[in-house]
């Protein structure tokens, strides 16, 4: 079967909700074992728990990524589990409005520690397990920020941009050991956490304001969660073996034909 991710071992980061969680459970569908890291334990365990009542393989970890024992101790004991990690997904993330002017130092901090120093963190302590076996994939979650200027994003597009080089460095690093690194660049996705940010923000004009976020996009609406879970699961197939070193823009045109 094409895209088949039968009894691979995958670490998903962020895997409670969102876009994580839509990959866990593509991937725990192709047959992989979903093993999820994710700060929110209720959430992580109900992933787990749709998986597991679906007859996938799931586990879940209760991990901050920013902090590089906790990731260590927890990647030891998969690898441990498994005697092999075949694949890590480094989707967990979080987002910050504003320019330089109304970001504070403690605001980047924050948002570097997660979305920086969580996949410095994941890959460091995976990369072994995966040139022990001379095989590895890695994805790393950039973002269209990652390439092209959006307004009032300073600190969150000062971090997908990191995470888009550090992508190609990491894919041309390990060239020799077979380990392929890529990333995926979404534009504004539909998940809960758009939701809840126009309630907060826009109280009374949610419906307006959900429609004029979808039409930023070309394509006139937001990316689906099962959308980018799709192109994650090519990408980490063994169809993909000859894909490296390489940002996939999923933006309904928002790079390219947005001028």
Known sequence: MKFSLDNKTAIITGGGSGIGKAICKTFAEMGAIVHILDMDKDAGNQAATEITQQNGKAFFYTCDVSKYSEVETIIKE???????????????????VGNIENTEEEDL???????????????????????????????NMASIASTVGIVDRFAYSMTKGAVLTMTYSIAKDYLASNIRCNCISPARVHTAFVDGFIKKNYPGREKETFE???????????????????????????????VTGTDFPIDGGFIKLNT
């Open 78 to 96: 998969i690898h441990a589990r498994h005697d092999k990690i075949d694949i890590l997904i480094n989707n967990a993330g979080i987002g910050f």
């Open 109 to 139: 901090d924050r948002l570097y520690n997660v979305n920086v120093k969580g996949v410095f963190n994941c890959s460091k302590a995976v990369i072994p397990f995966f040139k022990e076996k001379n095989k590895g994939v890695i994805i």
């Open 212 to 242: 004029n976020l979808s039409k930023t996009q070309p394509i006139g609406r937001m990316g689906k969660p099962n959308e980018i879970a799709s192109l994650a699961l090519y990408l980490c197939s063994d169809e993909a073996a000859f």
